[in-house]
């Protein structure tokens, strides 16, 4: 395809259109989308909030946010010469070496000419007549395009406790999320900090070791496990480039995309003894291997999941000196990976400083927040920070804040009140040519690996429908009830659906999002692979072309 047929990808040399295809989004999907559709020759614009790239590694700029994949696990793999340029420094990479990594990645392929920043879509909203979508600025700007792409990540839209009295304080205050690009300085400060999810125990092990004192509001405690990292010298990095095939796909032979496989024994298959000498050379190695690549019934067999419960329990006892501090840092109400694993740098040992302070908000409820501080419901904590690491309403939240409508104006928010339903978490049938890239339903993991398949099946239909001079592109009510019930059965058996977390699209801070839906595929990586290429192969069944 040429760059005259791109501006007419109809045929019919629209003059109503701004653009074939609108992006929203540029973080690790919108770039590769944008690097995708570009090839086709089609007119491709990026509109995203921010005021550079890098979408969660842009805005999460807290102290100690970093991956908890293997940096090099999570490269692009599409330019080999990307590859062979870009030297990790460190196995798990700070924010900032992976926002340096992705305007890289912006600048080698010269994204930024098609990219439209501080450009917030409020509304986009389908035409029939046009075939195409009419898509809306914050700031009241209009455009008109063919497909509308959303890119928009599955944690991005922050959310605050529902706490009265947010606007009160009087000291500095922060979320994770929209942590300033300006320095921020903690020394001597007293400091609180609201939550104890991954971001949280990133952020509460590094400001520990800056603050004057830190008091942590704790609801759920989660089961977290060493990260390990390190730096990586050159004749490591000279190893992992000679070996970026084999990583790649062992990573794509994994049910999460990571470098970590389970272990295809079952927990009670070995001694005792067996059982606690593989854990505890698992809690020794870097990354996710004590979660993604324990034995391969940890995540289904409740017995299994007590017994590797137990182990992390015992090692939170043996690393926090309080009994009564560990007591509470040990999670009671959900078995260990059943939620999201934070990774974590001596955040145990954080809690044996004389200046943290633990508090447990079941016992002691968070009443308000004050001009001075924050008030539970036996005293009052005078602070000059309070950080909010309250997360985010995942997956569906950042659909949610657009005004997304269908055909004869249906919501996308309506649509999806009694929880998701997609065509392999890309297409929702009644939203023709809105297609999704890590949309609900889809397979999580270690996204890039997940996101540059995504984006090649999207770019793949897309350009099958411009060769065939398709203007629209929308899921079968057959196809979309055939995947819901697909994912529904996927999920079932697993013990992180039966708990209360993101994964599951429980926020307690969101009207609606109370109990528990299956918000994403849990099948594995390979067999949603095996899905969405059959889809391909037959000629995009169960999608209406025309
Ligand atoms: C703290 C943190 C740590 C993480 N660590 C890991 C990890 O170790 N490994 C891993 O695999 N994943 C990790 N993740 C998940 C991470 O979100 C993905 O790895 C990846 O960055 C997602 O890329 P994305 O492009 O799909 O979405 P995002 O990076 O979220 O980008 C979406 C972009 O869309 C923009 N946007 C949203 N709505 C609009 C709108 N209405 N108008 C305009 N622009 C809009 C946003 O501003 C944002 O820039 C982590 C997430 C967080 C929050």
């Known amino acids: 395809m040429n760059g005259s047929q791109a501006s007419a990808p109809n045929g019919k040399g629209d003059g109503f259109l701004d653009f074939d295809a609108v992006i929203i989004g540029a973080g690790v999907s919108g770039l590769y989308q944008l690097y995708k559709l570009r090839q086709l020759g089609l007119r491709v614009r990026i509109f995203e909030t921010g005021t550079g790239v890098g979408g969660t590694w842009y805005w999460n700029r807290y102290p100690g946010a970093r991956f908890d994949s293997e940096s090099y696990t999570y490269a692009y793999s599409f330019s080999p ?109 007293r400091v609180g900090v609201i939550g104890t999810g991954a971001t949280a125990v990133q952020a509460i092990t590094e400001i520990a070791k800056m603050v004057g004192h830190l008091t942590v509001f704790q609801r759920t405690p989660n089961w977290c496990a060493p990260l390990h990292n390190a730096k990586i010298g050159e004749d490591e990095m000279r190893r992992i480039r000679a070996s970026y095939a084999e990583i790649f796909a062992r990573c794509d032979e994994s049910p999460g995309c990571f470098i970590h496989k389970p272990d295809r024994r079952r927990t009670h298959e070995v001694t005792r003894e067996e059982r606690e000498a593989f854990w505890e050379k698992l809690y020794g190695e870097p990354g996710f291997g004590i979660w993604q690549g324990n034995f391969r019934d940890i995540l289904t067999d409740r017995a299994a999941n007590a017994l590797i419960s137990d182990f992390i329990a015992r090692k939170i006892r043996e690393r926090v000196r309080d009994p009564a501090v560990a007591e509470k840092l040990v999670p009671k109400n959900h078995g260990f990976g059943t939620r999201r694993v934070p990774l974590e740098s001596g955040y145990y040992e954080v809690y044996n400083q004389p200046n943290v302070k633990l508090v447990d908000i079941n016992e002691t409820p968070i009443e308000r927040i004050t001009p001075a501080g924050i008030k539970t419901s036996d005293a009052e904590y005078a602070f000059d920070m309070i950080i909010y690491a309250t997360g985010f309403d995942a997956i569906t939240g950042t659909f949610d804040r657009i005004d997304i409508r269908g055909i004869d104006g249906v919501r996308l928010t309506d649509k999806w009140r009694e929880g998701p339903q997609t065509y392999l978490g890309v297409l929702v049938e009644g939203f023709p040519n809105m297609l999704m890239v890590m949309g609900p339903h889809a397979a999580l993991g270690n996204f890039p690996r997940a996101v540059e398949y995504n984006v090649d099946w999207v770019t793949a239909l897309i350009r099958h429908g411009c060769e065939r001079g398709v203007t629209r592109i929308e899921a079968t009510p057959a196809g979309v009830a055939q995947w819901t019930d697909h994912v529904k059965a996927s999920g079932e058996g697993l013990l992180f659906n039966e708990i209360d977390s993101w994964m599951t699209g429980v926020n307690r801070n969101v009207d609606g999002k109370q109990t528990r839906k299956i918000m994403r595929y849990s099948g594995g990586h390979p067999t949603f692979r095996e899905h969405c290429d059959a889809v391909a192969t037959d000629g995009y069944r169960d999608i209406a072309l025309a």
Do not use: C
């Open 81 to 189: 010469e990307l590859l062979d340029e870009w030297s990790w420094e460190e196995r798990f990479a700070g924010q900032p070496e992976t926002e340096r990594y992705l305007n890289y990645v912006a600048d080698k392929f010269d994204l930024r000419r098609d990219i439209q920043f501080k450009s917030r879509v409020t509304a986009a909203h389908y035409r029939e007549e046009k075939r195409g979508w009419d898509i809306v600025l914050e700031d009241g700007r209009h455009y008109a395009a063919r497909f509308l792409i959303t890119a928009i990540g599955v944690l991005s839209a922050p959310t605050m406790p529902r706490i009265p009295g947010v606007e009160t304080f009087r000291g500095e205050s922060f979320h994770t999320h929209h942590w300033p690009k300006e320095p921020v300085g903690f020394e001597g400060k």
